[in-house]
C-alpha cells in the first residue's frame, strides 16, 4: 500500500509519468505511418469540406502515406477542421477534440478555419480553430487544392518524425 505524499507516492508517480511520456513517444511513431483522419466541418460554404474528401479518393491516393478516414471521433488521430468556427460550433469542436486518444493533432483547412476568412466579423463567429483548440497545422486557401491538402498531411506526418 503506497500512501499519498510518502516518498513511494512521488516515486511511483514519477515512474507513470515517464511511462506515460514513453508512450506518447511510441503513439506518435506510429501515427507517422497509419494517421487516421477525422473531418469536422464548424459551418462554412462547402468549399473546403469538398476539396478534403476529393484529397481523400482514389485520384490523388492518400492511402500511399497510410492515411484513411476515421469511422469514429474515437479512433482518429488527426482532426481536420474546416470551415469558420461559430459559437456553437467551438463546443461541439472542443468536445471531439477531447474524445480523441492521445497523441492528437489537429490540421486547420481553409480561411475560414485559419481566421475566420469572410465571417470573421460575423457576430457568432469566434474566427480560426485556434481560439478553441490548439493547431498543428494550417492549410491557407479558399478553397485550398486537394494537392495543398496532402502536402500538408504530409508535413506534419515529417514534422512527426523529427520528434
Not at 491516393?61 to 459559437?87: C, N
Not at 500538408?152 to 518524425?161: F, Q, R
Request: hydrophobic share 40%; glycine share 8%; aromatic share 6%.
Amino acid at each position: 500500500m503506497i500512501i499519498v505524499g510518502s516518498s513511494e507516492a512521488k516515486e511511483a508517480e514519477k515512474t507513470r509519468a515517464e511511462t506515460v511520456k514513453a508512450e506518447r513517444g511510441n503513439d506518435t511513431k506510429i501515427i507517422k505511418y497509419t494517421p487516421w483522419l477525422v473531418h469536422f466541418n464548424t459551418g462554412a460554404c462547402n468549399g473546403c469540406d469538398i476539396e478534403v474528401l476529393a484529397a481523400l479518393t482514389p485520384l490523388y491516393d492518400p492511402e500511399r502515406f497510410g492515411v484513411k478516414l476515421a469511422p469514429s471521433i474515437r479512433h482518429g488521430d488527426i482532426l481536420v477542421v474546416t470551415g469558420a468556427v461559430t459559437k456553437k460550433a467551438g463546443e461541439r469542436l472542443k468536445r471531439l477534440y477531447d474524445q480523441m486518444p492521445d497523441p492528437k493533432f489537429v490540421i486547420a483547412v481553409g480561411a475560414c478555419a485559419i481566421s475566420g476568412g469572410v465571417f470573421h466579423n460575423a457576430y457568432p463567429v469566434l474566427a480560426g480553430a485556434d481560439k478553441v483548440v490548439p493547431v498543428d497545422m494550417y492549410i491557407p486557401g479558399c478553397p485550398p487544392r486537394p494537392e495543398a491538402i496532402l502536402d500538408g498531411i504530409v508535413k506534419l506526418l515529417k514534422k512527426l518524425e523529427k520528434k
